[in-house]
């Protein structure tokens, strides 16, 4: 059924003609996403100013048969924010709210709006004297909704958990444009149903996420910032749960890094970041510990842990940082394979999770693998091993054009997958489903569960109408 | 319609002899809540032994239209495990699902059956060098499938949240005896909608938690524990949030603790238990923090922040636990209060909650409500403050007998949760709804919030066969 586009008319006398965008430059900028691969073709961006905005659009929408796609800062890794060209749709872009409504730093707590940047909000806890824990590359560009709709990780979930995590409460407009005021901000509140995880991680399928009251904790008091050299991903896996218990759980960030990512910037960034140039080895780790005193217990605690490790060959070297500009260096060594893999000519990517123990086998199985289907290609994993979420990626062999590689992106990609749930892993840890990997869903996720998703579905969005082709096909 | 009873002999084949009682005799254990308030009267009472015969019992009854009332330890307090009288229904206990299935320490996992005793649970962890971080009064007898089922809270979630966020996998058994196996062990999934939250404190409404894969922590070095005295409620808040600050969250329990505890232990309990009788306070914290490590760094922050708050008048006194003897008889005085419930001869129970900073608001209009609704009684609000859950308590006056005084109890009830609910708070923080809050329930929830809790009742137990008339009324 083709949508009543006389619906752009009774949008813009309910939302102004700020609120309703047709010119093809105006939506530019929300239509395309970050990576600029999925080509988006809205019928209007909707910009609504408030949860009463937003509840008329999707009302207005709703009756006409007009779909919406809701979109936070569209820094999203898997489509969940393109309308597809053989679908319109509208796009429903919440950055006009983006207010802080209330921070309470006596309750923890802060109820912000879904269009709030990630990094304003952890600046406003950080000024209150306290944390608002996630943190992740696109901070300066991604909303709260789009974190809070997909379930965004990041470096801090060891310590602090998934986006999820963080919630207390949540406002959401619903398919029928029915408003859910569910702003709590009780710690403990057991009558009936948990509705707010329906929504969260659900990537704008089943509501609209308009505002959230999200946990706020302590501001660290002092960081410690630590670069070891590893012989291998057991090392890695051994060392940080022995790090978890000696330090009882201070471990906020357990990152791994493969030489890839020095020897991979010399060569494709022009960058020399080797923290540890004496002795080249092939794995690291970045270990970050937060302390809520000054007084370097917490170091020493660290310390004792890593002595034990370098005796018993666990570790090879390590170093602290030593000043903010030292973290800041240790750090550029996480952040480089991203940026080699921009630089590389053609790389594939993955962000898969498996159990934490089962780390160095994936690692160990999928290199194989791939190496196999395709000889001489650069496998770098890296990132969150410590939550068992690795971000396997892989360079294009040096002699094959980065288009002949990514031609065997299918097959490398099934493969990947194949092995990770071998180990009862997931194909997505932290990115989600959206548009590139819905059909993969269909593939690997139990019947059971993809029927109980579509009875979710159905219960809530009737009509079909939220972000509909998303995390599951159309019925 | 009645349930087809033929169906007995069929569960009798499925389950064995041992798996399906129906006399008396037999069923009296199972039969009783733990209060002994309500009358249970099931059909049968099953007990199965594994996930199978679980599934088959349930294929049996929802095929002859008889309802299955889940029971783990019958210690809940809200009459969730209760098979009522009207209405014919096999209690399904699984008390024999009771093995760890694995505990990996590198891991920090263990996947446990719904039938295993919460203490059994943490000592095995202990017995891995690993915690898990959910303790309460009844942990000797209560089941995981229990605390799991209700979403239970206690004195550790301060730190480590509720049951529900503790959770990693679960296998639950719908109703129609299909069974969902998620039971992973990833602490990063983002692939479509999360499942298990639906089943998380659901009390059984929409199937039974056969298993769970639940995370384990670093087991703490050192724990201190201090009781202090506090001029009014305003300083248990204010002492907890800085406490919070001062340790960067190694705040473990925040226990608010009334002079009656004290006073009424003395007079109906014959103990003399005041860890502070040089001078008598209204009002107590107990208070544990736990370290990674032993070298009383943390009792330091704490004593730092403690001697300020005496300067600025917050506390008035204070004292340390300096043996494992010394911290029981801490304890001691915040396990009082329930005990003397149990002898005053007559008090209404409440298990509120609201945002923090609005605990001492709560406090004092409650108390001058239901003093000026009943003259003379005496309110002992107790509890976990620092997550804003506070158990609203009552004696009887000195001069009324309890019948009377619980003859009042609808119309105080009603008078103390809409306090809390003017304060958007919570009528049940951590108990659940069960049978005995179900009506409060359909009072006081916003009817847009029942609305989606019925969808999601209709969306996984379309013939009302699991648990009817629990949390909800029966459509």
Chains 1, 2 share one sequence.
């Not at 059924?1 to 939506?27: E, F, I, K, N």
């Not at 006409?64 to 749709?89: C, H, K, S, W």
């Not at 890094?257 to 960034?269: C, E, K, N, T, W």
């Not at 068992?388 to 002699?399: D, F, K, L, M």
């Amino acid at each position: 059924m083709q949508p009543d586009l006389s619906v752009l008319a009774a949008l813009t006398s309910a939302l102004g003609p700020a609120g309703v965008l047709t010119q093809p430059s105006d939506m530019a900028a929300y239509a395309t996403d970050q990576r600029g691969i999925a080509v988006s073709a809205p019928v209007a961006v909707l910009r609504p100013a408030s949860t009463q905005e937003t509840a008329a659009a999707v009302r207005l929408c709703a009756a006409a048969g007009l779909p919406i796609v809701p979109q936070g800062g569209n820094t999203g890794l898997a489509g969940g924010a393109v309308a597809r060209p053989e679908r319109p749709a509208a796009l429903l872009n919440l950055g006009r709210m983006d207010r802080i409504r209330e921070l309470d730093a006596l309750d923890y707590t802060v109820t912000v709006e879904a269009g709030c940047i990630l990094q304003r909000l952890r600046e406003a806890a950080d000024a209150a004297d306290r944390q608002f824990p996630l943190s992740l590359a696109a901070e300066g560009s991604c909303t709260v909704g789009g974190i809070l709709s997909t379930n965004a990780g990041g470096v801090m979930t060891l310590r602090y958990g998934n986006a999820r995590d963080l919630v207390l409460g949540l406002e959401v407009v619903l398919a029928d444009g029915q408003v859910w005021q569910g702003l709590r901000r009780l710690r403990k509140d057991n009558t009936g149903y948990d509705l707010k995880h329906l929504f969260l991680g659900a990537e704008g399928t089943l509501g609209i996420i308009t505002a959230a009251t999200l946990k706020l904790f302590p501001r660290p008091r002092r960081t410690d910032t630590l670069f070891a050299a590893l012989p291998d991903p057991d090392a890695a896996i051994a060392l940080s749960a022995r790090l978890r218990n000696a330090t009882a759980d201070a471990l906020t960030a357990f990152e791994l890094v493969p030489r890839f990512a020095i020897d991979g910037a010399a060569r494709y960034l022009g960058e020399q970041i080797d923290p540890l140039p004496a002795a080249p080895s092939p794995w690291y780790a970045l270990v970050e510990l937060t302390s809520g005193s000054a007084d370097g217990a917490l170091r020493r605690q660290a310390e004792a842990a890593l002595a034990a490790a370098l005796d018993e060959g666990l570790i090879q070297d390590a170093v602290f940082a030593e000043s903010e500009a030292q973290r800041r260096a240790l750090w550029r060594v996480r952040e480089a394979p991203p940026e080699i893999g921009r630089k590389v000519g053609g790389a594939l990517h993955h962000d898969v999770s498996v159990p934490v123990s089962r780390v160095p086998a994936f690692i160990a199985e999928a290199t194989a693998a791939v190496t196999a289907l395709v000889p001489g290609c650069r496998p770098y994993p890296f990132g969150h091993v410590a939550d068992g979420n690795i971000h396997y990626n892989i360079a294009r062999p040096e002699t094959m054009s980065g288009e002949a590689f990514l031609a065997r992106g299918p097959e490398v990609k099934r493969r990947v997958h194949d092995i990770a749930l071998a180990h009862n892993g997931s194909i997505s840890a932290e990115h989600g489903i959206g548009l590139f990997k819905r059909d993969e869903l269909q593939r690997v996720k139990p019947a059971l569960e993809l029927e109980l998703m579509r009875r979710m579905k159905a219960a809530l969005d009737p009509a079909g109408i939220m972000n509909p082709g998303k995390v599951l096909p159309e019925a």
